[in-house]
């Protein structure tokens, strides 16, 4: 008697295959739904009269004083939460100290509280009215519906991005590089240079990256805090109202699109960041894998602590 060999059953395997299938329509329908659509009416309804059109609306003379006065915003509240987010990031991951989770918890406040509640906090501060009025009146400083105002509550909603992506990257990676140049008797700011930074360079430009993006596209707290005054305090989004308030509607559509384009552009590079971040992590087994176990103290210093000696330091 002859008997044929078990085989596994293929029905949960089907089933599995079905339902992943129609898993992937839902996910693909809801994207078209919610990105893809808005993205083409963007660009159809910015381009319906040509590209002329187009480049009148952006070289209109407020168009470009919101666009303008949307890069300095943006570029500040970079630069201060790139120095933020890196002395944050230090503090945190390299020493230990009481009130060291409610520190990072305290981060993602600006994520939680709505934009428009941060102008209005600003209001509060340094408004006619405000706790700093009288300080902010004294030096002359015109805060509110100014150019600072909106600096601010930019940097204040932009605040966790620089220095998220720093902290999750440190604390994996571990400081025992750090320990190594220090006993070969690297300083502080030599151990910054050519240990630390060149580690976290993929990660910090990626928060930049989430920063930048972020900041250009703020909308609520500035409105708050603009008063609105067309080729002064109007951002590009807040020109972006102004005009599709006043059925300007191809105008509008066309500042949209080149928002929607920056945007864009922020996704490919933030893209690109990751996989260098990746790449980084494959290159071998030091930086594979980021435990404190991952490589004994100082194995990878040669290339970047060249020049350092046990217990003294050449000039960089």
């Known amino acids: 008697m002859m008997f044929r060999p078990q085989t596994a059953d293929r029905r949960p395997q089907k089933e599995t295959s079905i339902a992943s299938r129609a898993l992937l329509v839902l996910v693909l329908v809801y994207l078209t739904l919610v990105l893809v659509l808005p993205l083409v009416t963007i660009f159809s309804q910015a381009f319906g009269n040509g590209v002329g059109a187009v480049w009148k609306a952006i070289a209109d003379p407020d168009a470009i004083a919101a666009l303008r006065l949307t890069v300095v915003a943006a570029s500040w509240a970079v630069v201060l939460n790139t120095l933020f987010g890196l002395a944050i990031a230090w503090l945190v991951t390299r020493f230990e100290f009481s009130g060291r989770q409610l520190l990072i918890t305290i981060l993602d406040v600006p994520l939680m509280i709505s934009p428009v509640i941060s102008g209005m906090l600003f209001i509060l501060l340094f408004g006619s009215r405000g706790v700093f009025a009288p300080l902010a009146t004294k030096l002359g400083l015109?805060?509110?519906?100014?150019?600072?105002?909106?600096?601010?509550?930019?940097?204040?909603?932009?605040?966790?991005?620089?220095?998220?992506?720093?902290?999750?990257?440190?604390?994996?990676?571990?400081?025992?590089?750090?320990?190594?140049?220090?006993?070969?008797?690297?300083?502080?700011?030599?151990?910054?240079?050519?240990?630390?930074?060149?580690?976290?360079?993929?990660?910090?430009?990626?928060?930049?990256?989430?920063?930048?993006?972020?900041?250009?596209?703020?909308?609520?707290?500035?409105?708050?805090?603009?008063?609105?005054?067309?080729?002064?305090?109007?951002?590009?989004?807040?020109?972006?109202?102004?005009?599709?308030?006043?059925?300007?509607?191809?105008?509008?559509?066309?500042?949209?699109?080149?928002?929607?384009?920056?945007?864009?552009?922020?996704?490919?590079?933030?893209?690109?960041?990751?996989?260098?971040?990746?790449?980084?992590?494959?290159?071998?087994?030091?930086?594979?894998?980021?435990?404190?176990?991952?490589?004994?103290?100082?194995?990878?210093?040669?290339?970047?602590?060249?020049?350092?000696?046990?217990?003294?330091?050449?000039?960089?």
């Not at 708050?224 to 005054?229: A, C, E, M, T």
């Not at 949209?256 to 071998?284: C, M, N, Q």
Request: include cysteine; proline fraction near 5%; charged fraction near 15%.
């Open 142 to 316: 015109q805060i509110i519906f100014a150019t600072p105002g909106i600096v601010l509550v930019t940097t204040f909603v932009t605040l966790p991005y620089v220095a998220r992506e720093l902290i999750a990257f440190m604390q994996t990676e571990g400081s025992e590089s750090e320990q190594a140049a220090v006993s070969l008797g690297a300083r502080g700011w030599t151990t910054f240079r050519r240990i630390t930074l060149p580690s976290i360079r993929w990660s910090l430009l990626y928060g930049i990256v989430l920063c930048a993006a972020r900041a250009v596209g703020e909308f609520g707290a500035v409105s708050v805090v603009s008063g609105h005054i067309r080729g002064l305090t109007n951002t590009a989004t807040l020109h972006i109202e102004v005009l599709y308030d006043e059925y300007q509607t191809q105008q509008a559509f066309a500042v949209a699109a080149l928002l929607t384009l920056i945007a864009l552009f922020a996704v490919v590079a933030k893209r690109f960041l990751a996989s260098r971040d990746f790449e980084r992590a494959a290159a071998g087994p030091q930086t594979a894998d980021r435990g404190p176990q991952s490589h004994p103290p100082g194995s990878h210093l040669r290339s970047p602590v060249r020049g350092l000696r046990s217990g003294r330091e050449v000039a960089p």
